[in-house]
């Protein structure tokens, strides 16, 4: 089954890029027919869907992120990758990579001074 496991810094700057790593296991990045998603959960509150990169290349955003996130894969590393510019406190949360019911085990992110 398709393993997936999330990497990052866990503490990052307020007004700085959020830059997290989801790196694939069991299972092709370019040739699944996955859509690779981020997912955030802020202490507190519900899971929010971020966006996806599709099998082939695009890629989705969550409309409730005014910012302009990118979300890009890298197929030769098996690895997609998510950039949350201008970050602030509220952007603290357990951010996870998922492919439809394959889950990462999640890593916490805190933005603060």
């Known amino acids: 089954q398709v393993q997936l496991q999330e990497s990052g810094p866990d503490l990052v700057k307020p007004s700085q890029t959020l830059s997290l790593t989801c790196s694939v296991s069991?299972?092709?990045?370019?040739?699944?027919?996955?859509?690779w998603s981020w997912i955030r959960q802020p202490p507190g509150t519900g899971l929010a869907w971020m966006g996806a990169?599709?099998?082939?290349?695009?890629?989705y955003y969550s409309p409730s992120l005014k910012r302009h996130i990118s979300i890009y894969r890298d197929t030769s590393k098996n690895q997609f990758a998510l950039q949350l510019p201008s970050v602030t406190p509220e952007d603290t949360a357990v951010y996870y990579c998922?492919?439809?019911?394959?889950w990462g085990k999640g890593t916490l992110v805190t933005v603060s001074s």
């Open positions: 069991s299972g092709s990045i370019g040739n699944s027919y996955y859509y």
């Open positions: 990169v599709g099998y082939r290349g695009s890629t």
């Open positions: 998922a492919a439809e019911q394959y």
